[in-house]
T-cell receptor, first 115, second 111 residues
Framework: AQKVTQAQTEISVVEKEDVTLDCVYE???????LFWYKQPPSGELVFLIRRNSFDEQNEISGRYSWNFQKSTSSFNFTITASQVVDSAVYFC????????????FGKGTKLSVIP | DAGVTQSPTHLIKTRGQQVTLRCSPKSGHDTVSWYQQALGQGPQFIFQYYEEEERQRGNFPDRFSGHQFPNYSSELNVNALLLGDSALYLCASSFGRSEAFFGQGTRLTVV
């Protein structure tokens, strides 16, 4: 069965600090997709990134970067020079192979960036 | 380009009643999924609709049912409401295996 673990329930950082959100996943499939979503207080889940299991290249998008390591089943998310607008709940999610369409989410990490 | 829209935004119902939530997918998307998010938890997959049929279902009782219309919009119906059904209900749309885009959700409170 697929499972996503986000061990950090809440994190507080001071503005301009770097912060890493951890995500560990479990799956028996060799083909799968990993995602990160941001949920601001408004409730809408905002898509940030999708990676497939065959692409372990790390990715950088502005202040955001993602580190995918199959050897440790981890897909961590780093925000560089955090800003108050980054305050939100962040979810890591997994979608297994060709036969499944559902997203399995972790419990989320609430990030508070203090000015 | 309108994103995923859901209605209503908030709803209060009494135990035992029935409720219908609505979702219009993002333009160009043909697949709609529904998720239930309890307070402080991650979203849980209810089911997905494609070509007007339920393609996959999560671990939810038959009280949860849905429908997809020819214009790809969708409804989620919940019968015999329980207090535990109180949650944020999120609709997501996608095209093929592309990433899912979510609406702002419907906050359902059962009293």
């Amino acid at each position: 069965a697929q499972k996503v673990t986000q061990a950090q329930t809440e994190i507080s950082v001071v503005e301009k600090e770097d912060v890493t959100l951890d995500c560990v996943y479990e799956t028996r499939d060799t083909t799968y997709y990993l995602f990160w979503y941001k949920q601001p207080p408004s409730g809408e889940l905002v898509f940030l990134i999708r990676r497939n299991s065959f692409d372990e290249q790390n990715e950088i998008s502005g202040r955001y970067s993602w580190n995918f390591q199959k050897s440790t089943s981890s897909f961590n998310f780093t925000i560089t020079a955090s800003q108050v607008v980054d305050s939100a709940v962040y979810f890591c999610a997994l979608s297994e192979g060709a036969g499944s369409y559902q997203l399995t989410f972790g419990k989320g990490t609430k990030l508070s960036v203090i000015p | 380009d309108a994103g995923v829209t859901q209605s209503p935004t908030h709803l209060i119902k009494t135990r035992g009643q029935q409720v219908t939530l609505r979702c219009s997918p993002k333009s160009g998307h043909d697949t709609v999924s529904w998720y239930q998010q309890a307070l402080g938890q991650g979203p849980q997959f209810i089911f997905q609709y494609y070509e007007e049929e339920e393609r996959q279902r999560g671990n939810f009782p038959d009280r949860f049912s849905g429908h997809q219309f020819p214009n790809y919009s969708s409804e989620l119906n919940v019968n015999a409401l329980l207090l535990g059904d109180s949650a944020l209900y999120l609709c997501a749309s996608s095209f093929g295996r592309s990433e899912a885009f979510f609406g702002q959700g419907t906050r359902l409170t059962v009293v």
